[in-house]
T-cell receptor, first 113, second 113 residues
């Protein structure tokens, strides 16, 4: 069975500071990994995804994530956070058949001015 | 067209009502999903349709009845719901077997009174 853990429920950073959101996954084969962002009352927007190849993945809005197989991790990073980045962030793992997506519990990001 | 469209955006219904949620995509995706999301929680998978056939039903109560009339449409029929069924209902689509990512709609905010 596949699963995802996001250890941090809440994170607060100052605007302009760097950000790292943690994600650990469990999956028997090479995983498909995703980061989504959700603003209050909205749907989920895909930030980036990893299937294979370069383990450092670039996404939208200046986000990047690094796949580390040895640590079963897929942490999301941004060098300089903007106030508009305040939202809920979900890490997710998909199966190889491409028909099952499992979410972590989410991390709520708050940005201080 | 790279969107998943859900209607209505908001729905208030009584416990004796029958209503339907609708979802449409024109990306050629052959897998479609219904997720339920309670406040401050991750989305929970309800149903998966793959090539218009129901492939996964995550032990959802029978008061929720999915329907996939064709490869572009997905409905969720609601009947005799309970107040605890109030939530954001998200539709998503993907292309099975390619792991190309899952595209989500903006959701229907359902309130059961």
């Amino acid at each position: 069975a596949q699963s995802v853990t996001q250890p941090d429920i809440h994170i607060t950073v100052s605007e302009g500071a760097s950000l790292e959101l943690r994600c650990n996954y469990s999956y028997g084969a090479t995983p498909y990994l995703f980061w989504y962002v959700q603003s209050p009352g909205q749907g989920l927007q895909l930030l980036l995804k990893y299937f294979s190849g370069d383990t450092l993945v670039q996404g939208i809005k200046g986000f990047e994530a690094e796949f580390k197989r040895s640590q079963s991790s897929f942490n999301l990073r941004k060098p300089s956070v903007h106030w508009s980045d305040a939202a809920e962030y979900f890490c997710a793992v998909g199966n190889n058949a491409g028909n099952m997506l499992t979410f972590g519990g989410g991390t709520r990001l708050m940005v201080k001015p | 067209d790279t969107e998943v469209t859900q209607t209505p955006k908001h729905l208030v219904m009584g416990m004796t009502n029958k209503k339907s949620l609708k979802c449409e995509q024109h990306m050629g995706h052959r897998a479609m999903y219904w997720y339920k999301q309670k406040a401050k929680k991750p989305p929970e998978l309800m149903f998966v349709y793959s090539y218009e056939k129901l492939s996964i039903n995550e032990s959802v109560p029978s008061r929720f009845s999915p329907e996939c009339p064709n490869s572009s449409l997905l409905n969720l029929h609601l009947h005799a719901l309970q107040p605890e069924d109030s939530a954001l209902y998200l539709c998503a689509s993907s292309q099975p077997g390619q792991g190309s990512g899952y595209t989500f709609g903006s959701g229907t905010r359902l309130t059961v009174v």
